[in-house]
């Protein structure tokens, strides 16, 4: 048998070892603790259907839902199998239905999933809650198919309980550079910026996603979980969809990315998730979360059009437009 190829020396996937498996047990929450509000920021290792019945009621500003799609996959040894659209639907509408009480009045509520899972996704939205909008994102990963179209867009569908909900357009804006610099006739930039770094026109954030890179090997917040979330992606959600010091609750946490971008933009938060190697996953990231605070392609309070690593890094360092707080926006109340 061939002896394992040895690590690149530029891999940064987590790795846990056993002491840090003994460390970060110690960590999680015991379910004792979440009974009465105000509910703590961690992680507590079970299952979300059991475990949101023991939660208080009305307390999340925010809720995440990326659970399984509907396809099969496994787990760390636990498998999720494809079931029919209307089997898949049933399990959602099972999901919400005990998830819906933790809610907010004011609360806004995301829900991802693949094409196919967008069909019961919609179905049970609807019943439940305003359905506002779908994000489709490109996922520069995907498998060739030789009968079909490669998969390589997934879907968020953004809805609310109720009309008064919070939305800050400002803190999402994206930038890119400017490929026809028109100029008014004094000669001045028309809607963009000329800086040390280059010309850069800052633009709302539509629903259509095309600036996320999935985490891989040589990315800090690389893990071995399967179907990990980029901390960019989900801070787009935290932005537009919540203040700073608000609840946000994600109970198919996975390697944690909802509690780490939680931890580092200044929400409370609460992860759920039934395996619990993830569950150390994200603690060990938790506690990483404190030294380095950054977001991927986050840069100067804008996200960052794709390939301008070397440019963001100057403009961190120059005289980039000031840093948007990230508790400035708008909120729709
Ligand atoms: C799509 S992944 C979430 C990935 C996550 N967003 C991340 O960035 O790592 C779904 C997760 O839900 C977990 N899971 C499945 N059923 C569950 C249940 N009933 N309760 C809690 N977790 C569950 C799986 O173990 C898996 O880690």
Redesign the pocket.
């Known amino acids: 048998m061939d002896a394992p190829k040895p690590r690149s020396a530029l891999n940064q996937t987590i790795a846990l070892s056993a002491a840090d498996r003994d460390r970060l047990r110690s960590r999680l929450l015991p379910l004792s603790s979440i009974s009465a509000l105000p509910v703590p920021s961690g992680t507590l290792q079970g299952?979300?259907?059991t475990i949101s019945a023991a939660l208080p009621q009305a307390w999340a500003d925010l809720l995440i839902l990326?659970?399984?799609y509907n396809l099969s996959k496994v787990?760390?040894g636990?498998r999720?199998g494809r079931r029919s659209v209307q089997d898949y639907t049933d399990w959602l509408d099972a999901v919400i239905c005990r998830l819906k009480p933790l809610l907010k009045e004011t609360a806004t509520v995301y829900i991802c999933g693949d094409w196919f899972s967008s069909a019961s996704i919609f179905t049970v939205a609807a019943a439940h809650f305003m359905v506002r909008n779908r994000i489709t994102w490109e996922r520069d990963k995907g498998r060739s198919a030789q009968a079909n179209w490669k998969n390589a867009s997934e879907d968020i569908w953004f809805c609310t309980v109720s009309e008064s909900y919070t939305f800050n357009a400002q803190a999402v804006r994206q930038r890119r550079r400017v490929l026809a610099p028109y100029r008014d006739r004094d000669q001045q930039p028309k809607d963009w910026q000329s800086t040390q770094a280059g010309k850069f026109r800052d633009t709302g954030s539509s629903n259509l996603w095309t600036d996320i890179t999935l985490p891989f090997w040589s990315m800090a917040e690389n893990t071995p979980?399967p179907?990990?979330?980029s901390e960019k992606l989900i801070a787009k959600l935290l932005l537009a969809s919540s203040q700073p010091q608000d609840f946000v609750l994600d109970?198919?946490?996975?390697?944690?990315?909802?509690s780490v971008v939680a931890k580092k933009l200044g929400r409370h938060y609460l992860g759920?998730?039934?395996?619990e190697e993830?569950c150390l996953l994200t603690e060990y990231r938790l506690e990483h979360a404190d030294q380095d605070p950054r977001i991927q392609g986050w840069v100067d309070g804008v996200f960052w059009e794709r390939n301008t690593f070397a440019l963001q890094q100057h403009a961190a360092t120059s005289e980039m437009p000031p840093r948007l707080d990230p508790k400035a926006g708008k909120s729709i109340q």
């Open positions: 299952d979300c259907l990326d659970p399984p787990f760390n636990k999720f979980h179907t990990q979330k109970p198919f946490v996975g390697s944690g990315t909802t759920i998730e039934q395996d993830y």
